[in-house]
């Protein structure tokens, strides 16, 4: 049976928000390794908010392990700009969609007050 994780993250800079490792990097070599400890055969990453290149980080690492690894990612939906990138998004290596968590505080009214559409 193939274990696969659904939820991790990868990241090159910024500070995680508990429970999150606290460390400055997380990338593809340390997760395949604690994959490797696990028994975990692949994983969904899920691009942090805290690192504005972690999606970045992510399409690198499904690029070089297609197998393993695949992408839901965030793109800002209180960014104009970021409405311009759906319509390709899913054209990036691995990228299967996005993915919402809204935790932060300024994040819990988005649902209602139009930020999300």
Same mark, same amino acid.
């Given at each position: /049976?193939?274990?696969?994780?659904?939820?991790?993250?990868? %990241?090159? #800079?910024?500070?995680? /928000?508990?429970?999150?490792?606290?460390?400055?990097?997380?990338?593809?070599?340390?997760?395949?390794?604690? /994959?490797?400890?696990?028994?975990?055969?692949?994983?969904?990453?899920?691009?942090?908010? %805290?690192? #504005?290149?972690?999606?970045?980080?992510?399409?690198?690492?499904?690029r070089?392990h297609?197998?393993?690894?695949?992408?839901?990612?965030?793109?800002p939906?209180?960014?104009? =700009? #970021?409405?311009?990138?759906?319509? #390709? %998004?899913?054209?990036?290596?691995?990228?299967?969609?996005?993915?919402?968590?809204?935790?932060?505080?300024?994040? =819990?009214? %988005?649902?209602?007050?139009?930020? /999300?559409?």
């Open positions: /049976m193939q274990v696969v994780n659904a939820q991790v993250h990868i %990241w090159s #800079s910024g500070t995680p /928000m508990a429970p999150h490792l606290q460390v400055s990097h997380y990338g593809a070599d340390e997760l395949l390794r604690e /994959m490797a400890n696990a028994g975990v055969d692949a994983a969904l990453i899920h691009s942090p908010s %805290w690192d #504005s290149r972690s999606h970045e980080i992510a399409v690198e690492a499904a070089a297609p197998n393993r690894f695949a992408i839901l990612g965030y793109l939906p209180d960014l104009v =700009q #970021s409405r311009a990138l759906i319509d #390709s %998004w899913k054209r990036q290596p691995g990228v299967l969609g996005l993915r919402y968590a809204l935790v932060r505080p300024e994040q =819990q009214s %988005w649902h209602a007050d139009g930020t /999300m559409d």
